[in-house]
């Protein structure tokens, strides 16, 4: 089946770093994937996508990779901030149904 | 302002006590999904409807009804609640019919089934 994991440990960096996360997908290849922030308590906040013809995909201080050979997702934090400890999820749709799989999800902590 | 709604916010009841959550959007979005999310388990789709008077299984559908009869509108139906569906759900809605849509999410409603 679908399967799409994320480093279930928590990630603690000191601020002024890059936070790198690891979104890695098995027995499929998407055709997109999704970043996602959640603060405790609160609905996800989209706030990348990246799709399988692009290699990556920036926003302000945040950068998405895909490798399709890896089968592997980066969401990089450059210059990473207190205000940017959260859960971050990466989620996959189908290119044909309205179906979408979210990994578990990993914990930024970023330390003064 | 743009917005997705869920009512109620918190719930608690008890083992066989149908109940609804709202869902409602004002983005005129076609796309409309439910959640559960559970420690461990991560978010898991629940139902999804891609338009008025359709909608589909996502991987976790058991136990649980909805209905589309307006675009606005996706209410969550628990005909017979059993513990095991204590839970933080949401609901979501995108302009996309989940192609790559981007996925706009209520504020979540924590339900306790006793």
């Known amino acids: 089946s679908q399967k799409i994991e994320q480093n279930s440990e928590a990630l603690n960096i000191q601020e002024g770093k890059t936070a790198t996360l690891t979104c890695n997908y098995t027995?499929?290849?998407?055709?997109?994937l999704q970043w996602y922030r959640q603060d405790p308590g609160r609905g996800p906040v989209f706030l990348l996508l990246?799709?399988?013809?692009?290699k990556e995909k920036r926003k302000e201080r945040l950068k998405v990779t895909f490798d399709t050979t890896l089968k592997q997702s980066l969401f990089h934090i450059t210059a990473s901030q207190p205000a940017d400890s959260a859960t971050y999820l990466c989620?996959?749709?189908?290119?044909?149904?309205?179906?979408?799989?979210f990994g578990q999800g990993t914990t930024l902590q970023v330390k003064p | 302002e743009a917005q997705v709604t869920q009512n109620p916010r918190y719930l608690i009841t008890v083992t066989g006590k149908k109940l609804t959550v709202t869902c409602s959007q004002n983005?005129?979005?076609?796309?409309m999904s439910w959640y559960r999310q559970d420690p461990g388990l991560g978010l898991r789709q629940i139902y999804y409807?891609?338009?008025?008077?359709?909608?589909d299984k996502g991987d976790v559908p058991e136990g649980y009804k909805v209905s589309r009869k307006e675009k606005r509108n996706f209410p969550l139906i628990l005909e017979s609640p059993s513990p095991n569906q204590t839970s933080l759900y949401f609901c979501?809605?995108?302009?996309?019919?989940?192609?790559?849509?981007?996925?706009?999410f209520g504020p979540g409603t924590r339900l306790t089934v006793t």
């Open positions: 979501a809605s995108s302009l996309s019919k989940g192609l790559a849509g981007e996925q706009y």
């Open positions: 027995n499929y290849s998407p055709a997109y």
């Open positions: 990246i799709r399988e013809n692009e």
């Open positions: 989620a996959h749709g189908s290119s044909n149904t309205g179906k979408l799989i």
């Open positions: 983005m005129n979005h076609e796309y």
């Open positions: 409807s891609m338009n008025v008077e359709v909608t």
